[in-house]
Every structure is written in C-alpha cells, then in structure tokens.
C-alpha cells in the first residue's frame, strides 16, 4: 500500500449503506391497535416481550415456540391486536471499498492536506482545511456566516456515536441518547487499550496531536489498515457526520443518538426508536446517513410522526452507484434524500441517484472531524447528507418554519442537471445553495 504522509487529516473511503443482516430472525417489530395488549399477544403466540418504544404501541417481541418464523409471522398477522408486524431485521453499515481516489486526490486537494495552519472557529481552534474547504464553498456556506449560523437550533443524527473530547464538537454537544447500552453516546466507549493508546499517539511526532496522516491508497479504510484491526469497522462515522454538521451550522447544538454499535451494527427496532427518541428531545433536524432497500412500515410511521412533531429530516440515498427507485428512509415521504457529488457539481461515481433523491450536496473529498481529536477527508453520501441537515439548520435559526425550511433548501437548489448528461431528473432539484436560500 502507498503511503503518502500529509500531516493534516487522512482520506477516508466510507461508502455506507444499511443492509440486511440474518440476526435477530425471531425477534418482531410490533404495533398495537388501540385498546389491546402486548401480554394477550404474547399468551396468544408464546412470544416474550423485549422492548417498547415509551408513549408508543410499538413493542419487540421474540418468539419461545419451535413454529417456523413465517408461520409465527403469519399467526401475529392475523391477530386481531395487532395492526403491524414485521421481523426485527438486522442491519449493518456497509463498507464498500471503492478505487475513488484517484480521480479526486489531485494537486489542488492535496495542498489542502498540507495546510497545518490553525484558526479560530467560533471559540475553538480547528484546521483551517476543515473550515474553508470546496465542499462548504461550493454549497455557498462561507458567503452566510455574517447572516445565520444554526444558533438556536438542535441537529440529531442516528449513528455511532461522536468523539465527546473532540475539540472542534465539544461545546457544541448535547447529551444525546444510546440505545445499545443506555450508557454513553462517545465512539470511544469500549474501545480496547491499544486502540485508544493509538488514537492518542497517532501522529504526535508531527506538529501537533491533533493531526493525522493521509492513506491514499484506493480503499483506505478508517484507521485500521496496519494496525492489526484494532479499530473497529465503523469506528469515526459518527464523529465524521456531526463535524460536517457543524461546519455548516457552528452555532447548532449537536444531539447524538447512537444506534449503530463501532463495527456498524443495529436493528430495524433500534432505528424506529431513534427517530421517536428524536421527536421526544425536539431536536429541530433529523440526520440519518444510512440507507436500506427493506421497507419498513414502522419506520415509515415513525419518520410520519417526527415530520408531524415538525422536525426536518434528511437521509443519504446509497453509494451503490444505481439508479434506485425503492430506498430507504430516503425513500419515505418528507424525507429529503440527498445523493453526492464532486467538486465539478457532477455525480460522484458511487452515488445512488433516482427517484428518491431531493437534493445532491458534495459527498467526494468532505473534510471532518474524527475520534482523537483528528481530521479526514471522507467519501459517500453519508457525508452529503449532513451538509444539508447544517444548511435546514442555517435557515431555520433565522425563520423557524418547520418543514418551510427543509422545503427551501430543496426549492432554492442550483439546477446541475446540465452537468450530468445522461442522470437528467434524477439529481433532483439540484445542489444546495444556502445563499439563495437565505434570500427567499
């Protein structure tokens, strides 16, 4: 593998999706009908309760019998108590490695690899690449700061977690949730001795801690390769999205709900309770960077209920490099699905592209934070779609009009469609440009 030391942040190869696991096959998702009980459904099918989404009639339910899972499945269906059920899928965030650097990692980006220099940012010294980088110029972020910067606003983002000492987030965060363990919402929780000693090394011995190295190796992956897979698969994710947030909306407050344990794992039960989590803190936005071809119609009720409880909600529409009609939550109503693209507004090779996309933001060579206190430059619609959550978040500080702001965003989007001969309509309205959106 080539290694090219850079000194400021590493490159970082995460094209994420959300996809179906096998565990938990006998575990289901399950909706009550009004005036019924969980104790009657479970003495009706020899199922155990697990969990309950609080001030809901959701409930996790595993079956004790020996009864196929189809069969158990078909049994709840026909159960007059219950209006929905579906098994408890387990869901994983994808890693596809992908030769993406090439094409993007030139002269020009490089340089901004090289730029150690420091500068002040809304009380905290960053890396000045983090903050004046192409992907916040492209969207016009730059050109609003002196007009709105997300204060008074709440950002929540389902993922894994956030790094709570980085320096660049830490103001800015609140408690947030986890629903793995009911204990801290840090990416760093349960990370072995020898990772954490790494994260703390790393890079010492060049200019400053807070900087990392850059792996430009086509299908560089986070901070595992040559170090034994010390580091967990999914390890950063988090931290990466709630950066890219807050380089668009300094003044926002971060809510972190983590759902996805540090290899990238959850369910289908605990992303439904990440969004109802999110409507009982009154978070302002809803970030969700992942992605799944399997519907879910209890996570299409809950995203229903949060766009009711009027919160803006974004997710990323995959990097599978397909045109895809059936993605979710992207996919679900209300939801502003965001693909990605480089610096020239064209589509960047990975991204999905499609019915479901609203909106294209970059989502090639994004700048973020990640765990010790480091940079990275990050690939994947994981990383557009944040930067739309900051630009609804920059509107709604200054107008506080609910889904209006979410809807603006959208609507006051550069046309790119003229750059991107052959995907016509399928970028939909554009990349953002929160200028004009502040102007309407």
Known sequence: MKIRLLGAVFVLVLVLGFSRAQSGSQ???????????????????????????????????????????????????????V???????????????QAVLSSTVTDATASLLDDH???TFFGTDVLRSYVDQPALTLAQVNNVRDISTGAGTRVAYIDTGVDPYHPALRPWLDPGVDLLNNRSTSELDGLSDAGASLLDDAGASRLDRRFFFILDDAGASLLDRGNGGVFPSALGHGTLVAGVI???????????????????????FTVIQGVYRAKDLGVDVLNMSFSTSEYSVTLRKAIADAKAAGISIVASVGNDGQNVSDIYPAGYAGVIGTAATDFNDQLASFSNYGKPVSVVATGAFVISTVPGGKYAAAWGTSFSAPLVSGAIAVIASTRGQGHTDSLLVVNTADNVDGLNP?????????????RRALKN
């Open 117 to 119: 220099t420091l500068t």
């Open 422 to 434: 052959g995907f016509e309509k399928q970028l939909g309205k554009g990349r953002i440009n929160i």
């Open 83 to 97: 209006d929905s059920v579906e098994k408890n899928a387990g869901v994983k965030l994808r890693s596809d490695q």
């Open 246 to 268: 807050h380089a668009v909306a300094p003044n926002a407050r971060l809510v972190p709900i983590k759902a996805f344990d540090a290899y990238g794992q959850t369910t289908m």
């Open 27 to 81: 575990e289901y998702v399950v909706t009550l009908r009004s005036g019924h009980s969980i104790s009657a459904v479970n003495h009706a099918h020899a199922t155990q309760t697990i969990g309950h989404i609080a001030d809901t009639s959701i409930y996790l339910i595993k079956a004790n019998g020996s009864d196929s899972n189809d069969t158990i499945l078909k049994d709840i269906q026909n159960d007059p108590a």
